[in-house]
């Protein structure tokens, strides 16, 4: 087999990530999030997972008026 473990979990992972993703911009500042320290990494999540939320119940509203 000449196929690395590195590749069976990373580059199929990231071959999976660019295959569903639109902007390959935000595939590449997901890098980036996954190299920062724990602190930093879970606080842009938790920025993002606000804007997510936020941006969801702001369609709700719209569908439901």
Do not use: C, H, W
């Not at 639109?22 to 999030?33: C, G, H, N, R, T």
């Amino acid at each position: 087999m000449d196929t690395t473990v590195d590749y069976i979990i990373n580059g199929a992972t990231e071959a999976k990530a660019k295959a569903q993703l639109k902007d390959s911009k935000v595939l590449e500042q997901f890098k980036e999030v996954d190299s920062l320290p724990d602190t930093e990494k879970n606080i842009v999540l938790k920025v993002v997972s606000a804007l997510i939320r936020d941006y969801k119940t702001s369609l709700s509203y719209k569908t439901a008026s």
